[in-house]
Every structure is written in structure tokens, then in C-alpha cells.
């Protein structure tokens, strides 16, 4: 091996200053670039890479609730208002026809094959067995006031009258006649107006029950179509409301006989439409 060249102590020393100067330099230059990054990001002017923003990560946890729900072994689904339509449509006319439930059942595997692991329940749900099971939101669109006609039913009303017709056949009623009603309801009643009808469900039976709350539930499913603004059945009222509100809750007599079973509504079916717009 070749010695080292010598170097002056003269060069020695001037390399060493410079060695040491371009280190503080470059400790000097790292320092202020993390400094000014750090400022940069904690006013929000950088956005980091590969993040969406906090709205959008908000909007995306935001799940709109169900147009209807339905009470199913304890469970509530959700289900659009077409689709409560069609299955309501469907237990009236099989009630109607005096079908079995377990023909219900196979029918809701068909129309609604996401639940039709618990089709059953469904069909108990749909055909009165459970009460109350169906809940819709709805919103009523304008309306003028109207005048009862030949059938002393305001047109509105009429139209409840034919499209529960057309489903169910001619129920008994009451609550309406030719030139109108002006006794036997509650005072300001509605059936004074000729908005609304009383479906029969006499003797109260557990059946009779039943096939109330397969009617009730139909009403509620078509209630934003044929402008209804409340269904009172079975001790229990519904008015529309917005989606996830509680809209069937018990219904009190405030007039009269509170134990009587009319007044109760255990023995019909009341349905009334709107009055006008907001009424
Ligand atoms: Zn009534």
C-alpha cells in the first residue's frame, strides 16, 4: 500500500471548517422545511393524499330510514311503500278468498325472496295474526276542499270508498249516507263532512280482529296516494307522519262511554281523508 499523500495542516483545517459548515447548513435547511409543512397541514391547506373529507365520510354513514317498517317476530324490517302495497294487496285478497296462511307465505317468498327465510312471520304479520305490524311514513299532497256527493262522500272519500272496493269487495259500512250524516259520532266529527267511513267488523271476534288489521294495514300502506289522513282500529290511531316516527299509538275515548267497544273502535274500521290542504 502507497502512503497517504500528506496534506498541509493549513488544507486540513480549511477542509474541516467546511465539513462542518455544509452540515449546519443542511440540519438548518431540513429544520425549517418540517417546520413549514407542519404549519401548512395544521391550517388545512394540505389535504392528505388518499382521505376523503370529513362531509363526504359523514354523508356516507347517513342511511335514510325505511318508507315503512313491519313488525316481524318481534323484529322490525324495513320495506319501500310499493312494496307494503303489492304485500298488503295481496293479504287482503287472500283473506278474501279465505286462503290459508301458509299460501300467504309461499307468496311473500315470491314477491319479497330477501325475507323469505322468516316468510312466515311475514304472512302472520300481513294477515292481522300480530296486531298493528305495519307502519308507513307519508306525506299528503294539496287538497281543496270538497263537497259530498250523490253517496254523501266528498270526492276524496269516494275514492278510498272504490279502491278499497276493488281489493276487498263491498264491505259492510257506515258512518255515511245520502245527503249526509249529522249524528252519532263524536262533535266535529268528520263523518259530518262525508270524509270518512266506518268498515264493520261485527261480533268482535278474534277473526273479525284480524281482518281489521288486514284492512287498517292496507289503508296505511295506500294512505299517500288516496290522501288519508287518519286509520283508527283496535283501540289504536294512525296519522302520517314522517319516516321512523311511531305513527300507530294507542287511541283514547274522550267523548261518551270510554269502555264502549264502538267507541273503542274494536268492532270498525275508521278512515277518514283530508280535509284540505294541512287539515
Ligand atoms: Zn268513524
Known amino acids: 500500500m502507497s502512503p497517504l499523500p500528506k496534506v498541509s495542516p493549513e488544507v486540513a483545517r480549511r477542509r474541516a471548517i467546511f465539513l462542518t459548515s455544509s452540515v449546519v447548513v443542511l440540519v438548518l435547511a431540513v429544520g425549517a422545511l418540517f417546520l413549514a409543512a407542519r404549519s401548512y397541514l395544521a391550517q388545512g391547506q394540505l389535504p392528505l393524499p388518499g382521505l376523503p373529507e370529513a362531509g363526504a365520510a359523514e354523508q356516507q354513514n347517513t342511511v335514510a330510514p325505511p318508507e315503512c317498517t313491519l313488525l316481524v317476530s318481534g323484529s322490525t324490517v324495513g320495506l319501500s311503500r310499493e312494496k307494503a302495497r303489492v304485500l298488503t294487496d295481496l293479504a287482503a285478497r287472500d283473506q278474501n278468498a279465505a286462503e290459508p296462511v301458509s299460501n300467504t307465505e309461499a307468496k ?6 330477501e325475507q323469505s327465510g322468516q316468510a312466515a312471520g311475514v304472512a302472520d304479520a300481513l294477515r292481522g295474526l300480530t296486531g298493528p305490524a305495519l307502519d308507513c311514513s307519508a306525506t299528503l299532497g294539496p287538497a281543496q276542499l270538497q263537497t259530498m256527493g250523490p253517496m254523501g262522500l266528498t270526492p276524496r272519500a269516494e275514492a278510498v270508498w272504490n279502491a278499497v272496493a276493488k281489493v276487498f269487495g263491498t264491505l259492510p259500512a257506515g258512518g255515511f249516507k245520502p245527503g249526509g ?38 289503508l296505511v300502506a295506500h294512505a299517500e296516494p288516496l290522501l288519508i289522513r287518519t286509520v283508527i282500529f283496535d283501540r289504536k290511531i294512525w296519522t302520517p307522519g314522517p319516516a321512523g316516527a311511531d305513527a300507530w299509538r294507542p287511541y283514547t275515548v274522550t267523548h261518551g262511554q270510554v269502555d264502549d267497544p ?4 274494536l268492532d270498525h274500521v275508521h278512515v277518514d281523508v283530508l280535509r284540505n290542504t294541512g287539515a
Open 181 to 218: 250524516v249529522t249524528t252519532g259520532h263524536i262533535p266535529g266529527s268528520s263523518h259530518y263532512e262525508g270524509r270518512a267511513i266506518d268498515y264493520m267488523y261485527r261480533p268482535i271476534t278474534p277473526k273479525s280482529i284480524r281482518h281489521g288489521w288486514v284492512l287498517a294495514q292496507w
Open 108 to 113: 311473500v317468498r315470491v314477491l319479497w325472496p
Open 262 to 265: 264502538s267507541l273503542q273502535h
